[in-house]
């Protein structure tokens, strides 16, 4: 089974970049990798996904290095609005989520 | 158009009655899952629904819960005989097909349940 590991907490300010990175030893060939975010008494919102290299969307950026072992989230120029949980996901045949990361940032 | 919609948003309850918590999700989606954040905690996976095919149930703690799909559309969460430590958010999502990460889930709200 697919296990992520990411830090528990990361503070920032506004306007600065964050990355966050997930470790996913046992990933397998077919998996993919998503990023969720989390408001409080949200449900989770899909960010971005990727498979390897780099993804970029509106919102963040995804790198994955070649042996796809990790994988980082990168929040360019957060606002306050940023502050959330992020849920990093990897193919898992009982589909849970890691423990999350949660993002604080500051004016 | 329509997201994931849940029911109730808030449930409290007795320690041992039943409750049931309902899902509705995305017209199309053909997958639907079940998932319960505690407080503080990352998300738990329950139960998988796929088409027509047997739901993947790996992730009930118990046999107190229980899902149904009817139709392939709406979905109910069922949990008897309720104890304090079912207090938790439980939260839906659907995906338009196909288990893993490749597809987008898409969640409800949640149902805050509360167990005096």
């Known amino acids: 089974l697919a296990k992520t590991t990411q830090p528990i907490s990361m503070d920032s300010y506004e306007g600065q970049e964050v990355n966050i990175t997930c470790s996913h030893n046992?990933?397998?060939?077919?998996?993919?990798i998503t990023w969720y975010q989390q408001f409080p008494s949200q449900g989770p919102r899909f960010i971005i996904q990727g498979y390897k290299t780099k993804v970029t969307n509106e919102v963040a950026s995804l790198f994955i290095p070649a042996d796809r072992k990790s994988s980082t989230l990168s929040l360019p120029r957060v606002s306050l609005s940023d502050t959330a949980v992020y849920y990093c996901l990897v193919n898992d045949y009982k589909l849970s989520f890691g423990a999350g990361t949660t993002v604080t940032v500051r004016a | 158009g329509a997201g994931v919609s849940q029911s109730p948003s808030n449930k409290v309850t007795e320690k041992g009655k039943d409750v049931e918590l309902r899902c509705d999700p995305i017209?199309?989606?053909?997958?639907l899952y079940w998932y319960r954040q505690s407080l503080g905690q990352g998300l738990e996976f329950l139960i998988y629904f796929q088409g027509n095919s047997a739901p993947d149930k790996s992730g009930l703690p118990s046999d107190r819960f229980s899902a149904e799909r009817t139709g392939g559309s709406v979905s109910t969460l069922t949990i008897q005989r309720t104890q304090q430590e079912d207090s938790a958010v439980y939260l839906c999502a659907s995906s338009l097909g196909g288990q893993g990460t490749q597809e987008t889930q898409y969640f409800g709200p949640g149902t805050r349940l509360l167990v005096l």
């Open positions: 046992n990933i397998a060939t077919n998996d993919y």
């Open positions: 017209s199309g989606h053909t997958a």
